[in-house]
């Protein structure tokens, strides 16, 4: 975590009274504080419409912290400081009235400390409210910087499908410059995705490695084990694709695919990953069923217990058609990748709630130990852990002890928990302190954002289509549908089981 100058600075939150302000918002703010992290002095305004006090709102967020933070609160003295900062201001985020109040508090928290009005403003509240704030920002001139800077972090999803993203986009850039946004991806704030590329380009091992002569396949998974829970009703209108491969896979995928950016600042990194974006090969709208599969969990068991299937959820129509479980296969031609299949895959209720990538290197071009009974050995994997246990582990082939010549996979392992022995801070520590900081390279950008859209667009419309296939059915608990394995045996390859 950078130790950078502090800088005062005061966060509002629309949507304060939410379930992404108690789990996720002031307990990574918490944690930073306790950690030292946080620039001092700060100040965190809650708002919704909800009529709750400021000792109220300071009651909730400790509940917060003591169940959601990685620090938890260690005295009373502690927490008694930085729930001084805290206040809550009533209203209606549709209303302009609200926005008065806002800058009421604001100039009265400015006045009594030192230094520029520095203001972020996040937007925690259903995506359904963002054009009203944004335009109620604009329209009470919030908005504009006040002798410091003014900043917006826009929760995901930006928008529900291209023509919605370039209208977010729009209406944002009516009303903030480019570099006053920060779209947030909280899988960009995870430690292991940062490290992945360090492990690129701060190593010397990997990087020659790292293209067509040398790799057969890249395998992303981003595996749950929970089912749509209490979010039957958001799910439904968003489903796997657009609730995971839009944002976090095409994102993972940027990142193992980029061309090393000059520097990693938000420019050249951003750039790098726009490249990208531009080098997948477009999805043919004839030709969907080739690198797009979909499917929908039944009922089944999980960790022992059984669950229902996705249609019987509460909130969940009994017929629908709402994938659970995407899988895509794309290319990208560029120089570097030309040939070597990137298979995404995501999903809930499956065996286990795992996110990784794994490189799989081409075998050797000659196998010289032809007494080896097995008759070879697997190629060369390297894996990439985000979730849970993160880490790096590379598997190569050892010679069994004993007078046989017999191959088996050994496995290279490298754990976070175990080097560094702490547990790694939360995305949202990291991705909050960068904002604070005007770091925006582990945020996502307009056009990076919109030809994520543009690329799925045909598979959404192909899905959307009244007489499309129902998605293909999977036991809950098992690893997808059946036809996901032909779907990847086409190629001759077949999933990992991580
Ligand atoms: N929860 C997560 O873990 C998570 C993860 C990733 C992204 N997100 C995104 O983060 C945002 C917030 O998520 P959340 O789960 O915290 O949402 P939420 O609990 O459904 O809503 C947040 C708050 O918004 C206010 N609100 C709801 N409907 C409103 C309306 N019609 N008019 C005015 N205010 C309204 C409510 O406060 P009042 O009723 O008190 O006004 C509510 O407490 C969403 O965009 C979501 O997609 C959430």
Known sequence: MPALADEPFTLVIFGASGDLTRRKLVPALWSLYAGRTLPEPFAIIGSARSAVSDDEFRRRMREAVREFARVKPPSANVWDRFASSLSYVNGDPADLALYASLERALRDIEKARPGPANRLFYLATPPSLYDAIVENLGASGLARPQGGWTRVIVEKPFGHDYESALALNSRLARVFREEQIYRIDHYLGKETVQNLLVLRFANGIFEPLW?????????????????????????????????????????????????????FDAGPVHDEKNKVMRAIRPIDPRKVDEVALRGQYGPGFVGGKPVPGYRQEKGVAPDSKTETYAALRLQVDNWRWAGVPFYLRTGKRLAKRVSEIAIRFHRTPHMIFHRDPAGGVDPNELVIRIQPDEGVALT????????????????????????????????????????????????????????????????????????????YLYEAGSWGPAEADSFIARDGGAWRTP
């Open 211 to 263: 293209n067509r002569n040398h790799v057969a396949e890249i395998q992303i998974t981003v595996a749950e084990s929970i089912g749509v829970e209490t979010r039957g009703a958001y799910y439904e209108e968003a489903g796997a694709l657009r609730d995971m491969m839009q944002n976090h896979l095409l994102q993972l995928l940027c990142l193992i695919a980029l061309e090393p950016p000059v520097t």
């Open 396 to 471: 190569v082939a050892a010679k069994m002890p004993g007078p046989e010549l017999k191959l088996l996979p050994v496995g290279l392992d490298f754990r976070y928990g175990e080097v560094f022995g702490a547990e790694p801070p939360e995305a949202y520590e990291r991705l909050l302190l960068d904002a604070v900081h005007g770091d925006s390279t582990l945020y996502a950008r307009a056009d990076w954002v919109e030809q994520a859209w543009s690329l799925l667009s045909p598979v959404l419309d192909a899905w959307a289509h009244d007489g499309a296939p129902a998605p």
